[in-house]
């Protein structure tokens, strides 16, 4: 679904800050390019067509039209309070102050890359927390300045520092009633990770046919459901490797695979190496 986002009338950018669940927490895009920071709670983000786990301090860079949604992994009754803080801002008036101001010329490289959406990690990621923090106390230009200075400490991040999200750019969006559809196929889906999900089951869980379901996803992944679901499992595979002590072997189940080596070989091709390794090399967010 497209978001419409109501800007500050007072401001160039929209800084604030809201729970989970929330209205807006839902699968969405918006032509704002958006700077995000998870303050609280585990879980899966979806981005484009990727999907990865993120835990309390995941920041990221999402760039315009580009689909998104945070899902926390959360009893059914608990709410976290105050889960995302972000700001949105319009693209093209960044793109138009470049060709301006010499000293934003890097911006619309920063833009186009967005567009695949950005994570950063380290030193970038500490620092830029607090600046998106600062942003939301500061008025007038000073809101504007600190905006600008966030946007240049993200072009300066060090290659390790940040990374890519989504292998394709901007998937064409869907219209409002098949992201509703695909937002209730989804959270049908988290719900169920653990258990044999078939697309014949989300078909019927949404009283549509299972050919229509699957060009759902197609259009909203570009992986399809089969693909997704890997994607899914995996991402939740890493939250649990992050966040638990426990055993990969009960890691592999819990998150819906049937055998440790399917789910090896499955974790390898979507992370690049071992769920042990994994767990090893990449601390805790």
Same mark, same amino acid.
């Given at each position: 679904?497209? /978001?419409?986002?109501? #800007? &500050?009338?007072?401001?160039?950018?929209?800084?604030?800050?809201?729970?989970?669940?929330?209205?807006?927490?839902?699968? $969405? $895009?918006?032509?704002?390019?958006? !700077?995000?920071?998870?303050?609280?709670?585990?879980?899966?983000?979806?981005?484009?067509?990727?999907?990865?786990?993120?835990?309390?301090?995941? =920041?990221?860079?999402?760039?315009?039209?580009?689909? $998104?949604?945070? %899902?926390?992994?959360?009893?059914?009754?608990?709410?976290? +309070?105050?889960?995302? #803080?972000?700001?949105?801002?319009?693209?093209?008036?960044?793109? @138009?102050?470049?060709?301006?101001?010499?000293?934003?010329?890097?911006?619309?490289?920063?833009? @186009?890359?967005?567009?695949?959406?950005?994570?950063?990690?380290?030193?970038?990621?500490?620092?830029?927390?607090?600046?998106? /923090? @600062?942003?939301?106390?500061?008025?007038?230009?000073?809101?504007?300045?600190?905006?600008?200075?966030?946007? &240049?400490?993200?072009? &300066?991040?060090?290659?390790?520092?940040? /990374? %890519? !999200?989504?292998?394709?750019?901007?998937?064409? +969006?869907? /219209?409002? &009633?098949?992201?509703?559809?695909?937002?209730?196929? #989804?959270?049908?889906?988290?719900?169920?990770?653990?258990?044999?999900?078939?697309?014949?089951?989300?078909?019927?869980?949404? *009283?549509?046919?299972?050919?229509? %379901?699957?060009?759902? =996803?197609?259009?909203?992944?570009?992986?399809?459901?089969?693909?997704?679901?890997?994607?899914?499992? %995996?991402? @939740?595979?890493?939250?649990?490797?992050?966040?638990? *002590?426990?055993?990969?072997?009960? !890691?592999?189940?819990?998150?819906?695979?049937?055998?440790?080596?399917? =789910?090896?070989?499955?974790?390898?091709?979507?992370?690049?190496?071992?769920?042990?390794?994994?767990?090893?090399?990449?601390?805790?967010?």
């Amino acid at each position: 679904m497209r /978001e419409l986002v109501l #800007m &500050d009338s007072a401001s160039a950018l929209r800084w604030f800050q809201h729970d989970y669940p929330h209205p807006l927490a839902r699968w $969405h $895009h918006h032509p704002e390019i958006e !700077i995000h920071l998870i303050t609280d709670s585990s879980g899966t983000a979806q981005i484009g067509g990727a999907a990865r786990a993120f835990a309390p301090g995941a =920041f990221y860079l999402i760039g315009s039209g580009l689909p $998104h949604n945070w %899902v926390s992994s959360i009893a059914p009754e608990e709410a976290v +309070p105050g889960r995302d #803080m972000l700001i949105q801002v319009d693209p093209g008036l960044l793109t @138009e102050l470049s060709g301006l101001v010499p000293d934003l010329v890097r911006v619309p490289k920063l833009l @186009e890359t967005s567009r695949h959406g950005i994570e950063y990690f380290g030193a970038t990621r500490e620092r830029a927390a607090t600046l998106l /923090e @600062e942003i939301g106390r500061a008025r007038g230009i000073r809101r504007f300045t600190g905006m600008l200075d966030l946007l &240049d400490l993200l072009m &300066d991040a060090p290659p390790e520092e940040r /990374e %890519v !999200i989504s292998e394709t750019a901007v998937i064409t +969006p869907l /219209e409002k &009633d098949d992201s509703d559809r695909f937002d209730q196929a #989804m959270s049908f889906v988290h719900e169920r990770l653990d258990d044999s999900l078939r697309l014949a089951d989300v078909a019927d869980a949404l *009283d549509m046919s299972p050919a229509h %379901v699957s060009r759902l =996803f197609s259009r909203a992944t570009g992986a399809g459901f089969a693909r997704t679901l890997i994607r899914l499992r %995996v991402s @939740e595979a890493c939250r649990l490797l992050l966040m638990t *002590d426990h055993p990969v072997a009960d !890691i592999c189940y819990s998150a819906g695979f049937t055998n440790l080596s399917n =789910f090896n070989r499955r974790f390898r091709e979507e992370t690049g190496t071992t769920p042990r390794a994994y767990r090893s090399s990449r601390p805790a967010q």
